[in-house]
């Protein structure tokens, strides 16, 4: 009968629909919150305690073996097979023989039930016989050792009000079960020893029953096992003990009931034997939670063996992670029964149930003069009690109720450091600390404070802990919270934070992220009670109720009174109150199931309200992609009604003046804004501002040309609006916010009184509007009757051809070049028309096909397509002239066609619009709509193109009955979409549906002032003096450039060709670094093509890195502009430079910037800086002689490599020493002046480097220049080298053909990679060839140890067709007929290759014409013509 107590919290089981039992069964007050925090979810209210106590307890889950009691009845009947009072236990059988029994005939009689055992009796339910009409009608309950009368109780069928009873207790005939309950005290019941039930009263000719069972409260378990669950119980898991050792039942005349006994000699219980004799009692709990375990203990006195008791050893396994041993004594005189222990117990399972042994302990207390020892076992009772009386206000459940993991513990508890007593908490929300700290956390609210700890109303719990928030909290109370995105969101009646340092009117957001407290503009003006996230309205939406009649909006400085009737939403994404769900009434409680993450859009209201709305917005809402109807505007800046209470929008558009404008919502209709607009608005930042001065009449038409808005409606000139009058058109500038000012139009009696503008076109790419209404002239002089074209160039009204329309034009729509108009046009006798169509190509009117089977006026004109782009036809939608009901038509590029189309008479419709099947949910269309889905007249020819629905605008009145402001039409069928209602609940209708397009492209001139004109035409002139000069600076500068490109390819030639690791020198080979600028050459040629290719142009700086030059930042230019001349910041101009020298060896620091005092790109302090650096340089080439004697020393000795690797410390090649022309040599060896003029310069050298070297060779010897002194040990002259970078295997083969260490290498063939991204060579780690081991190759792999002419095998011969003379730096000649060993054909014109002279002969490497060699040696025929 209590099995479901709650105590003010309970579980519903939404998948099954029915309520769940707490096993804790609720709590002692009113919860007022629910919160989750990952598993476990936290109730919060003002209660102190669970409900879990005895009292709670469900009493029909312990049932009393009956079948082991004594059963007796009184004047049994004496019909065969009715007469034994056992029929009626463990019987499931019908109401007849065997299973039921009778009483005699009209005599009162008893069924007596006498216990062998201690129990007590909580429930006995009975069920009624109706055999032959007899049953039992009332009975009375008696304890059986002293016949006193029980008072029970049980529940009134008809009221199920609970009653109670003594003498007579009601008994109804019918098959169903009743029940009642002991409600004597404990101790009247504990001593009952039987149960006598008393027949009082019967029906028909006497009583009886058909089944009988008898409960007791506790979870009782008894050491004679057949004393425990009744045979026929229902129960899963059934109490039971077990015995082990010499236990022997006993009996005693003075004591009711059986029990065991164990006796021991004295000097036996220490043994093996006696201490393992056990009882096992495995008691049947049926709810997890805390009990009281107690031990029956039969008294000494009744076997006279009080000498000889002693202790007994008792353990306790009370769930899967606590077992408790105790000790009993049981020296009482009388019958006892004690608390043995206390604890949590988990519920009875298949895998786990709690057990409780007996053992003899040991003999301490034994009498001395005992010779024996004896101790008793009966029975076990555990007892419920109450789980935490200490949980003030927060209480913590897993949860999955249901989890195994209650084995271990309870599955609910109070916070590890709880609030203060007293606490009420009204709210709770999980969130995390901060954006830094993502540490889960409860947050609490309500009413407490804890001084010590500085809190008040509002707390947080996270590690543990109780903690406040900033500012100590809130000073007021709490009612309700909600966390979104990283900020609190609070309510309740509070007036700011605890500390006084910040005025919160009711509400309140707490940033976790800064951690400080804000404002929500200026609050509420009343209690809020409950916050929650309103999911409909997107994931930043907080709604917030409670009895408050305004909230305060716009700024903080001077916040705007908003009036509201209980309901307000906060739009945490705009920071601002925003429109909320209409409810015609006061709410009570809104929630959003922000739980369910497929039920987003879900939402529920309670309160007092008649009419209800998803969103309440006056005139216009936002349609997303994902069909959410969204606010868009913020609350309190919305469209008012105008003075009169008229409201309406009748047409909008997104009006931007170009493609590239950012669009801006203009609305038009009948309303006004806050800052003083009428009629016309555009929105900006969530707040509707006025446009211009408005317009003082109903807007029916917005449209724009460029910057010109077009607004068209009802004229108003009356004497009250002398002010400010609309005569139908008023054109605004957009960009001078002012109107621009046009002729009027003009109605029959030359006033603009009756004007009446119903659409304004625009014609693509023309300077034409044209507008369509109810007018005859304009600018009093103009005919144009009903339908007019402005030029907004000239601000001139012109006529069309002359039309046969005699009213008003209703809509227009541009299809091409021509002009489809609604109207009423009549032509003589002919039928009225109702649509006409005006080509521009011809300027006349024509007829359209099918247009005179139109039942009435147009009042609406659609564009259509066939599901990819716009076609010819259009949807025509107007009202028949016989009943004023809608009719929808097309017409599909020749004819108007009927589709099949069906709607309620008294619809209206104002718009139609073709939308993507694929944009519209699922929900909303139906599973019945097919993937097809077209509306067709014919097979061949869709109404409707595939994919889509239309969707039709108005105030609809769809065949099934509904009444909707938006549906869809597809397949013959609708779907409805929006209801609308308007503020006194009536149905409301939706206007018009826009969307956001590109703006019509219009011809627009702009007229200049007279002033601006002559400033213009003096910059003309100055800038054409400027040119003519700038020309001539140009030429002068492009032809010092070609002069110098030569000498600047050739000073870059000993960086590609040499390289050190880290800082450290190495020498140069005179033999091998002809071939290393040859291959730098190709590279050049190939890297400048393909950089001119792509396009780059890139004047910026490149940085190699710290470790180039006496760990100096290095930097180079890039491809220099316009000449096509490489620079040495590209790589692959860094490979062009080094082929360009003809073997002088030039300073790195001639192409090296070092001097910190030059910025940006600017290199050198004059134009002649750089090649002045060339010409000083050059003259270390004399230095470099002395390389030539330490290769013949080398070669002499047979180590050439161990010679270059111990003085560098890698492998380098160097030049060949240029002469001295003082007549001796690098050595000091005498030379004749013919040999050193002869060695490397001529005067008649079309290169202008060379025609400067050999003027300055007659000046007699160069003396030493920069890194080319010879500083080292060896005598010999360096030149300094960035280290090289990342090389691969292949690379490192390459550079060792060609001459090249890894530093060239990496210059010449890694050139992609270096010039895609700084950054990572930046990064990279530095590959340094001064960390390998003395005498290995800084280039790495085998080929860099072959001879250099061994290594040319590994490439293709090729064998010359014609002898090339090279007439540029980098360029390889050869004669007809030489071998040439090709090792780059990577460009399709030219190709790198090396030619070998002969062994006495330097290899030479450089750039040629592919189509000057073949693969065929050449015949001996071909050699005098080859020759």
Request: with cysteine; net charge negative; glycine share 10%.
């Amino acid at each position: 009968m209590r099995a479901m107590s709650t105590g003010s919290l309970a579980i519903y089981e939404a998948s099954n629909s029915t309520w769940r039992a707490l096993s804790f069964h609720g709590l002692d007050g009113p919860v007022f919150d629910f919160t989750k925090v990952k598993d476990h979810v936290y109730a919060v209210g003002e209660f102190t305690a669970t409900s879990d106590n005895a009292t709670h307890t469900a009493l029909n889950q312990q049932p009393i073996n009956l079948s082991a009691c004594t059963i007796t009845g009184g004047n049994n009947a004496e019909t065969d097979g009715f007469s034994d009072p056992h029929n009626i236990i463990c019987t499931s059988g019908s109401d007849s023989a065997g299973n039921t029994w009778l009483m005699r005939d009209k005599l009162p009689g008893y069924y007596r039930i006498d216990f062998p055992f201690r129990a007590t009796p909580s429930l006995l339910r009975l069920m009624n016989t109706m055999y032959e009409g007899r049953g039992t009608k009332s009975i009375r309950i008696e304890a059986a050792q002293n016949n006193q009368v029980l008072t029970m109780s049980y529940l009134d069928p008809t009221s199920r009000v609970e009653m109670f009873c003594s003498q007579t207790c009601p008994l109804p005939q019918d098959y169903n079960w009743h029940e009642f309950r002991f409600v004597d005290n404990a101790e009247t019941l504990a001593n009952i020893t039987g149960v006598i039930v008393n027949i009082v009263d019967w029906y028909g000719m006497g009583g009886g029953f058909n089944k009988i069972e008898l409960y007791q409260r506790d979870a009782q378990v008894y050491a004679i096992d057949a004393y425990n669950s009744s045979p026929c119980s229902s129960q899963g898991i059934r109490p039971s003990s077990q015995v082990s050792g010499n236990w022997q039942q006993t009996t005693a005349a003075s004591y009711h009931g059986s029990y065991l006994t164990l006796g021991v000699n004295r000097n036996d219980i220490s043994s093996a034997t006696a201490q393992s004799a056990t009882v096992t009692l495995v008691p049947f709990v049926p709810e997890s939670g805390f009990y009281k375990l107690y031990m029956s203990i039969p008294g000494c006195q009744n076997t006279n063996t009080c000498l000889q008791r002693t202790s007994a050893k008792v353990t306790w396994l009370m769930n899967g992670k606590h077992s408790v041993v105790t000790t009993v004594t049981q020296h009482n005189l009388q019958d006892d029964e004690v608390e043995v222990l206390s604890g949590y117990v988990p519920a009875s399972t298949m895998n786990f149930s709690s057990a409780i042994y007996v053992q003899l302990a040991d003999a301490n207390d034994l009498n001395a003069q005992a010779a024996s020892a004896e101790v008793v076992v009966n029975s076990f009772r555990l007892e419920r009690i109450t789980s935490y009386t200490d949980l003030n206000g927060v209480l913590e459940l897993y949860e999955d109720l249901t989890s195994n993991i209650q084995q271990d513990g309870p599955l609910y508890a109070p916070l590890d450091s709880g609030l203060p007593d007293g606490s009420a908490v009204y709210a709770a929300t999980h969130g995390v600390f901060n954006s830094t700290n993502p540490e889960d956390t409860l947050f609490l609210g309500g009413q407490f404070f804890d001084s010590d700890q500085n809190y008040y109303s509002i707390a947080q719990y996270r590690g543990g802990e109780i903690k406040p928030l900033s500012n100590s909290g809130l000073w007021g109370d709490v009612r309700s919270m909600a966390y979104i995105d990283t900020s609190l969101y609070v309510g309740g009646s509070f007036n700011g934070t605890a500390d006084f340092s910040l005025a919160l009117s009711n509400v309140g957001e707490f940033n976790t992220t800064d951690q400080t407290w804000y404002p929500l503009v200026g609050g509420a003006s009343g209690v809020v009670n409950s916050v929650v996230p309103y999911s409909p309205f997107g994931e930043r939406a907080v709604a917030f109720i409670g009895d408050f009649r305004s909230v305060f909006a716009g700024d903080a400085d001077a916040p705007v009174e908003i009036a509201v009737d209980g309901l307000a939403m906060w739009d945490a994404l705009a920071g601002g109150w925003t429109n909320t769900p209409f409810l015609q009434g006061t709410p009570s409680l809104v929630y959003s199931d922000v739980w369910t993450d497929g039920r987003d859009s879900l939402a529920f209201a309670a309160g007092q309200f008649s009419a209800a709305a998803a969103l309440e917005a006056n005139g216009a809402v936002l349609l997303t992609p994902k069909q959410n109807i969204q606010a868009i505007d913020m609350m309190g800046f919305d469209l008012q009604p105008t003075e009169a209470g008229q409201f309406v929008v009748n047409s909008g558009m997104w009006y931007a003046k170009s493609n590239g404008s950012t669009p801006v919502l203009v609305v038009g209709g009948q309303f006004r804004t806050l800052d003083g607009g009428a009629n016309v608005a555009r929105l900006e930042d969530g707040k509707w501002r006025k446009l211009g001065d408005g317009v003082n009449g109903e807007v029916l038409t917005i449209n724009n040309a460029a910057n010109l808005l077009f607004v068209g409606g009802v004229a108003n000139i009356s004497a009250d609006a002398s002010d400010n009058e609309f005569a139908g058109l008023t054109v605004l500038d957009m960009d001078k916010e002012r109107v621009y000012e046009t002729q009027r139009l003009q109605g029959p009696d030359g006033t603009s009184a009756d004007v009446r503008v119903n659409k304004v076109a625009i014609r693509a790419d023309t300077s034409m509007v044209v507008v369509g209404g109810n007018f005859t002239a304009a600018g009093g002089m103009l005919s144009c009757p009903y339908i007019c074209t402005l030029d907004i160039n000239e601000g001139q009204w012109s006529p069309m051809a002359t039309s046969s329309l005699i009213d008003q034009v209703t809509d227009l729509l541009f299809v091409g070049e021509r002009l489809i108009v609604g109207g009423t046009f009549k032509n003589g006798t002919q039928p009225t028309r109702y649509l006409r169509q005006y080509d521009f190509g011809t300027n006349a009117w024509s007829d359209i096909d099918g247009a005179d089977k139109l039942p009435g006026p147009v009042t609406v004109l659609t564009v259509a397509s066939d599901g990819e782009e716009t076609t010819d036809g259009y949807y025509i939608v107007g009202v028949s002239m016989d009943d004023a009901s809608p009719y929808f038509l097309k017409y599909d590029g020749s004819t108007v066609i009927s589709p099949q189309f069906t709607i309620g008479a008294h619809s209206t419709i104002n718009g139609v619009l073709e939308v993507p099947r694929s944009r519209i949910p699922s929900s909303v269309l139906g599973s019945s709509s097919s993937s097809s889905g077209s509306l067709t007249r014919r097979a061949d020819a869709p109404v409707i193109p595939p994919g889509y629905v239309l969707a039709i605008s108005g105030d609809l009145y769809l065949p099934n009955g509904q009444r909707a402001s938006s549906a869809f039409f597809y397949d013959n069928q609708w779907a409805p979409f929006m209801s609308t209602v308007q503020n006194d609940g009536s149905s409301g209708f939706i206007s018009s549906v826009f969307f956001e397009i590109p703006p019509t492209n219009v011809y627009q001139r702009h007229r200049l002032s007279v002033a601006l004109v002559v400033i213009i035409a003096i910059a003309i002139a100055l800038g054409i003096t400027f040119l003519i000069v700038l020309v001539g600076l140009v030429y002068i500068y492009l032809r010092n450039r070609r002069e110098a490109a030569a000498t600047a390819s050739a000073a870059s030639a000993a960086l590609a060709a040499t390289t050190a690791g880290g800082t450290t020198k190495t020498p140069l080979n005179a033999t091998m670094l002809g071939a290393g600028a040859a291959a730098g050459a190709a590279g050049a040629a190939a890297g400048a093509r393909n950089l001119q290719s792509n396009g780059y142009h890139n004047a910026a700086r490149d940085t190699w890195g710290t470790d180039a030059v006496a760990g100096e930042p290095v930097s180079f230019d890039n491809i220099a502009p316009n000449t096509g001349r490489l620079n040495s910041g590209s790589p692959m101009g860094l490979a062009g430079l080094a082929a360009a020298g003809r073997k002088a060896a030039v300073s790195s620091d001639t192409y090296v910037q070092h001097d910190a005092g030059k910025k940006g790109d600017i290199k050198y302090d004059d134009a002649n800086e750089s090649l002045d650096s060339i010409f000083e340089s050059a003259a270390a080439e004399a230095e470099a002689e002395a390389e030539n004697e330490a290769r013949e020393r080398a070669a002499s000795t047979g180590s050439l490599g161990s010679e270059l690797a111990a003085a560098g410390g890698a492998a380098a090649y160097a030049m060949p020493a240029p002469r001295h022309y003082d007549g001796q040599d690098a050595t000091g060896r005498s030379v004749s002046p013919d040999q050193s003029r002869t060695s490397m310069y001529r005067y008649d050298s079309t290169n202008p480097f060379e025609q400067r070297m050999a003027m300055r060779e007659s000046q007699g010897a160069f003396p030493p220049a920069g890194p080319f002194s010879g500083g080292g040990d060896d005598g010999l002259g360096h030149v300094p080298m960035p280290s090289p970078r990342h090389m691969h295997s292949e690379q490192a083969t390459a550079a060792a053909l060609a001459g090249a260490t890894g530093a060239s290498l990496a210059m010449a063939k890694d050139v992609r990679r270096r010039s895609e991204s700084a950054s990572t060579r930046n990064t990279d780690a530095d590959y340094s060839s001064s960390s390998r081991p003395s005498g290995e190759s800084s280039v790495g792999g085998s080929s860099a140890h072959l001879p250099i002419r061994d290594s040319l095998k590994q490439h293709p011969v090729f064998y010359a067709k014609f002898t090339f003379s090279s007439r540029e730096t980098g360029e390889l000649g050869f004669r007809a007929g030489e071998r040439v060993f090709v090792i780059d054909q990577s460009d399709e014109i030219w190709w790198m290759g090396v030619v070998d002279h002969g062994p006495d002969q330097p290899l030479e490497q450089g750039v040629f014409p592919a189509t000057y060699v073949s693969s065929e040696p050449p015949k001996s025929t071909d050699w005098a013509e080859l020759m």
